[in-house]
């Protein structure tokens, strides 16, 4: 256990006070870490679907992996001259939770490490916590951190 880290992260400061105890557990473990977003496919507009709109979609979509691919590689860098070994990994995919369990298995590691972005009420009602859904199907451990909190297993 702690060998192979998986560390989602979504671009925000959020999911990325997650880094931290990765970093700790992989100081501790000697881990791979591996950091993984998962970007949600854009949906082209109501109505007809045109060659301009189906043309807009794919720069939408073009653009956000750009972006991630962007963000990961800088995240890579700054912990690999840290001396950690890092990797990245963009995926697509509608369903982020069943994505990272997909990703945990793809990639053999043995832990997630993940922040929650803490909702609370109807909004985790009406959203679903993508973090519960990890930490209720994962077939490895999850040390969940809170924002700005500690960490749970």
């Given at each position: 256990m702690f060998k192979h880290l998986l560390v989602p992260l979504d671009g925000s400061g959020f999911a990325e006070a997650a880094l931290p105890y990765?970093?700790?557990?992989?100081?501790?473990f000697d881990s791979d870490i591996t950091l993984l977003r998962v970007i949600m496919p854009p949906r082209p507009g109501e109505g007809a679907l045109t060659p301009e709109s189906a043309d807009f979609t794919v720069r939408v979509r073009d653009d956000l992996f750009k972006e991630a691919i962007e963000y990961l590689?800088?995240?890579?860098?700054?912990?690999?001259?840290?001396?950690?070994?890092?990797?990245?990994?963009?995926?697509?995919a509608e369903d982020?939770?069943?994505?990272?369990?997909?990703?945990?298995?793809?990639?053999?590691?043995?832990?997630?490490?993940?922040?929650?972005?803490?909702?609370?009420?109807?909004?985790?009602?009406?959203?679903?916590?993508?973090?519960?859904?990890?930490?209720?199907?994962?077939?490895?451990?999850?040390?969940?951190?809170?924002?700005?909190?500690?960490?749970?297993?």
């Open positions: 990765a970093l700790e557990l992989a100081a501790q590689q800088h995240q890579k860098g700054s912990l690999r001259q840290q001396n950690y070994r890092a990797h990245y990994q963009v995926v697509e982020v939770a069943a994505e990272i369990i997909s990703s945990v298995r793809g990639s053999g590691a043995d832990t997630v490490v993940m922040c929650t972005h803490g909702r609370g009420g109807l909004s985790r009602w009406l959203f679903g916590s993508v973090a519960t859904r990890v930490l209720q199907s994962a077939p490895v451990p999850v040390v969940v951190v809170r924002p700005g909190g500690a960490a749970a297993v």
